[in-house]
């Protein structure tokens, strides 16, 4: 088996009011690999402040070589996002948010 296959899927808890509507603080999440990445994808980056930490972020758009990713908050007054920092490097998309697994009243597939 690939060690890769052993990273999926992650888990993300959401800390802030960024992606409201879609997403509450606390809301838990399943993020699942990438292949493509596409504007309206909803989809954990490494923060470029700080690398370790991540971020739940909309593709707003994607560079023509597909290299830069503009990643946008649904709630812009409470984002910090790349209006702020910029667009990401494509390396540091760590994947797709998939499904929100809690809390319980809130589990729902994600569409993009």
Request: charged residues 25%; proline residues 10%; positive net charge.
């Amino acid at each position: 088996m690939p060690a890769l296959a052993l990273l999926w899927p992650r888990r993300v808890k959401v800390a802030g009011d960024s992606m409201r509507p879609t997403f509450e603080p606390g809301d838990r999440l399943l993020v699942g690999p990438l292949l493509r990445i596409r504007p309206g994808q909803i989809v954990a980056v490494a923060d470029p402040r700080e690398p370790r930490r991540l971020l739940v972020k909309r593709v707003q758009a994607v560079s023509a070589d597909g290299s830069l990713v503009d990643v946008r908050g649904d709630n812009p007054s409470s984002s910090t996002d790349s209006r702020v920092f910029g667009p990401v490097a494509r390396s540091t998309v760590v994947g797709r948010v998939l499904y929100r697994y809690a809390p319980r009243a809130r589990v729902s597939r994600i569409s993009h």
